[in-house]
């Protein structure tokens, strides 16, 4: 079955600053990368997903790229502010989650 | 706006005993699903169901079953309850049937078995 892995664990940046988060998958057939953001104590929800027949999707600060040949996409947010520390969760297709990234912005 | 809802959120039971997680969702998904959430190991798929009557082990069956008698409502049962099943456990929901949809989570249920 598909497995996701997801680096780093832990990840603090300042205020201002760009936050990469890198996920990897291993089942070449999964089309859909979502990304999901978990705040303290409240449950995960959505923030960015991309398929497969895309390279890259952007929102605002957030963006997404996806890497099929090397089976790997990563999280990009740029001029971080502290609403932002949570942790985020990669998924390949619907029901194979990473381990989660913790975010930490520091003001 | 997508409501999934989990019958508790904090449960705590005693080693043996059997134990019912509820979740219920109220817009027509198609898909529900149980995950655990323990620290360092993200959300671990323990069943999902792509329709009534329907259900399919995930990555970690052991120990749970479930039971989708109605569209909406989704439990997960834990027969004989551990204190190694003490965890975090959200239901989620999504619309249709495939493998590109966005999920919907309920608020979770921590459970500590004694």
């Known amino acids: 079955g598909e497995n996701v892995e997801q680096h780093p664990s832990t990840l603090s940046v300042q205020e201002g600053d760009s936050a990469v988060i890198k996920c990897t998958y291993s089942d070449s057939a999964s089309n859909y990368f979502p990304w999901y953001k978990q705040e303290l104590g409240k449950r995960p929800q959505l923030i960015i997903d991309?398929?497969?027949?895309?390279g890259e999707k952007k929102d605002q600060r957030i963006a997404v790229t996806l890497n099929k040949t090397a089976k790997h996409f990563s999280l990009h947010i740029t001029e971080t502010q502290p609403e932002d520390s949570a942790v985020y969760f990669c998924a390949a297709n619907d029901m194979r989650f990473g381990a989660g990234t913790r975010l930490t912005v520091k003001p | 706006d997508v409501k999934v809802t989990q019958s508790s959120r904090y449960l705590v039971k005693r080693t043996g005993e059997k134990v019912f997680l509820e979740c219920v969702q109220d817009m027509d998904h198609e898909n529900m699903f149980w995950y655990r959430q323990d620290p360092g190991l993200g959300l671990r798929l323990i069943y999902f169901s792509y329709d009534v009557k329907m259900k399919e082990k995930g990555d970690i069956p052991e120990g749970y079953s479930v039971s989708r008698e109605k569209k909406e409502r989704f439990s997960l049962i834990l027969e004989s309850a551990s204190t190694n099943q003490t965890s975090m456990y959200l239901c989620?929901?999504?619309?249709?049937?495939?493998?590109?949809?966005?999920?919907?989570f309920g608020p979770g249920t921590r459970l500590t078995v004694l």
């Open positions: 989620a929901s999504s619309l249709t049937s495939g493998r590109d949809n966005e999920q919907f």
């Open positions: 991309i398929r497969s027949n895309v």
